[in-house]
């Protein structure tokens, strides 16, 4: 049996940012990381638009909060050193109503909270910033910037390996359990065991902690988000990043602009219940999956709380006329021939029983296991920080039985 210091398991940038991170601190362990693709960064970090979070959403206090603020410093100082590109680009938040222009101010308050650089702008002013947006009021965030995702894993990786760990990717886990103070990893014919195991599954987090024994008390439920990319000829429309206000009763920010690293302006996602974890497709469907996520008590109970958004979201997936509509809302000048579709993808949202979105970070550790359950955005943005939490949290628990439920409130 093969003997390491450390495993992580999910090649995205979470399980990545772990590895890094536990290398960086301790070069003589012997650190692993199983990826069940052939590639790296496949799903959720491969597809995500590659923005840079400020932290203007969140609770203060919360780890979404203090994590992204910090997430944030790190990948930027690990961008200009490695000299990964990275743009500090900036984002408008647009209210276009009185009812939005309030709960922007609402917004203004939670983002000098959680101390991010922004301001109030009218509708003068935010012309200078996005001519082409439909303006009431608008948040001006300064911190918001832009990154290729991709291109941190790469850099991540290539650290790992030439500090002295393994990446292997083409390699499903199909086994956890105790041993003593161990873990054992079952991966087809070959079994391991290491004094830590970090779960970074991201859509198979809830699996692969049940598997190790642990009740995640809450079941991953997929929702798809839908993007059109706009066409060259229309780039101009957007300069930097349109978000709307988001609607507190609705747990996800609506369709928003956002220009990306290589240039090119992403605009979306809508989010829809999806059959299929890793199926990006709008009939994709796996049985599995569509079992799980149907007989589990808090989506009925989610359903039943916002199926009218939830009808209004689907049928826009299926419309690209409805799409545009709600694209104009932010820009009236955009039409239909002035987007394409691009790729599409899912968000690992954790669900709980009684059918809450699970809000924040949720990490939960039991002896040598660590389970990264709920990481959605912006886990990107704060994976260098969230890795920082599970190394600390780590080291400590090493030799010691109990176990510890962590999310912030």
Same mark, same amino acid.
């Given at each position: 049996?093969?003997?390491?210091?450390?495993?992580?398991?999910?090649?995205?940038i979470?399980?990545?940012?772990?590895?890094?991170?536990?290398?960086?601190?301790?070069?003589?362990?012997?650190?692993?990381?199983?990826?069940?693709?052939?590639?790296?960064?496949t799903?959720?970090?491969g597809?995500?638009?590659?923005?840079?979070?400020? &932290?203007?959403?969140?609770?203060?206090?919360?780890?979404?909060?203090?994590?992204?603020r910090?997430?944030?410093?790190?990948?930027?100082s690990?961008a #200009?050193?490695?000299?990964?590109?990275?743009? $500090?680009?900036?984002?408008?938040?647009?209210?276009?109503?009185e /009812?939005?222009?309030?709960?922007?101010?609402?917004?203004?308050e939670?983002?000098?909270?959680?101390?991010?650089?922004? $301001?109030?702008?009218?509708?003068?002013?935010?012309?200078?910033?996005?001519?082409?947006?439909?303006?009431?009021?608008?948040?001006?965030?300064?911190?918001?910037?832009?990154?290729?995702?991709?291109?941190?894993?790469?850099?991540?990786?290539?650290?790992?390996?030439?500090? &002295?760990?393994?990446?292997?990717?083409?390699?499903?886990?199909?086994?956890?359990?105790?041993?003593?103070?161990?873990?054992?990893v /079952?991966?087809?014919?070959?079994?391991?065991?290491?004094?830590l195991?970090v779960?970074?599954?991201?859509?198979q +987090?809830?699996?692969l902690?049940?598997? +190790?024994?642990?009740?995640?008390?809450?079941?991953?439920?997929?929702?798809?988000g839908?993007?059109?990319?706009?066409?060259?000829?229309? $780039?101009?429309?957007?300069?930097?990043?349109?978000?709307?206000?988001?609607?507190p009763?609705?747990?996800?920010?609506?369709?928003?602009?956002?220009?990306?690293?290589? &240039? &090119?302006?992403?605009?979306?996602?809508?989010?829809v219940? #999806?059959?299929?974890?890793?199926?990006?497709?709008?009939?994709?469907f796996?049985?599995?999956?569509?079992?799980?996520?149907?007989a589990w008590?808090?989506?009925?109970?989610?359903?039943?709380?916002?199926?009218?958004?939830?009808c209004a979201?689907?049928?826009? +997936?299926w419309?690209? +006329?409805?799409?545009?509509?709600?694209?104009? $809302?932010?820009?009236?000048?955009?039409?239909?021939?002035?987007?394409?579709?691009?790729?599409?993808?899912?968000?690992?949202?954790?669900?709980?029983?009684?059918?809450d979105l699970?809000?924040?970070f949720?990490? /939960? /550790?039991?002896?040598?296991?660590?389970?990264?359950?709920?990481?959605?955005?912006?886990?990107?943005?704060?994976?260098?920080?969230?890795?920082?939490?599970?190394?600390?949290?780590?080291? #400590?628990?090493?030799?010691?039985?109990?176990?510890?439920?962590?999310?912030a409130?």
């Amino acid at each position: 049996m093969h003997e390491h210091d450390a495993i992580i398991i999910g090649g995205g940038i979470l399980g990545l940012a772990s590895a890094w991170t536990l290398s960086k601190r301790h070069p003589d362990w012997n650190i692993l990381v199983l990826e069940k693709e052939n590639r790296l960064a496949t799903h959720q970090t491969g597809r995500n638009s590659g923005v840079l979070h400020a &932290g203007i959403y969140y609770l203060p206090g919360s780890m979404k909060a203090t994590l992204t603020r910090r997430g944030k410093d790190l990948m930027e100082s690990l961008a #200009s050193e490695r000299g990964i590109p990275f743009e $500090r680009c900036g984002k408008l938040v647009i209210a276009t109503d009185e /009812q939005e222009c309030s709960r922007l101010d609402t917004l203004h308050e939670r983002s000098t909270a959680n101390g991010v650089n922004c $301001r109030m702008v009218g509708p003068e002013e935010a012309a200078e910033l996005e001519p082409h947006a439909r303006v009431m009021k608008a948040l001006h965030v300064m911190d918001t910037g832009i990154i290729d995702y991709s291109l941190v894993c790469s850099t991540l990786a290539e650290d790992i390996t030439a500090n &002295g760990g393994e990446i292997r990717t083409s390699t499903r886990v199909s086994g956890l359990r105790r041993d003593g103070k161990k873990a054992v990893v /079952q991966a087809g014919q070959v079994e391991a065991r290491t004094s830590l195991l970090v779960n970074c599954g991201g859509l198979q +987090s809830d699996r692969l902690a049940r598997m +190790s024994g642990t009740d995640p008390g809450a079941r991953i439920i997929p929702f798809r988000g839908d993007y059109y990319q706009l066409r060259p000829e229309a $780039r101009h429309l957007c300069r930097n990043l349109i978000y709307p206000v988001p609607d507190p009763a609705f747990p996800f920010l609506g369709v928003h602009f956002t220009r990306m690293i290589d &240039g &090119g302006v992403e605009c979306g996602p809508n989010a829809v219940l #999806s059959l299929a974890r890793e199926g990006y497709g709008r009939a994709s469907f796996n049985f599995r999956d569509a079992c799980d996520a149907l007989a589990w008590p808090g989506l009925h109970r989610l359903v039943a709380r916002h199926w009218r958004m939830g009808c209004a979201e689907l049928l826009r +997936s299926w419309s690209k +006329s409805r799409f545009t509509r709600s694209l104009q $809302r932010l820009v009236p000048d955009i039409s239909e021939k002035d987007i394409m579709p691009a790729q599409a993808g899912n968000r690992a949202q954790a669900l709980a029983r009684n059918g809450d979105l699970v809000d924040d970070f949720l990490i /939960q /550790q039991e002896g040598p296991f660590v389970h990264v359950i709920n990481a959605p955005s912006p886990a990107a943005t704060a994976s260098l920080a969230i890795a920082e939490i599970i190394a600390d949290r780590a080291e #400590s628990a090493l030799g010691t039985p109990p176990a510890t439920l962590e999310t912030a409130r």
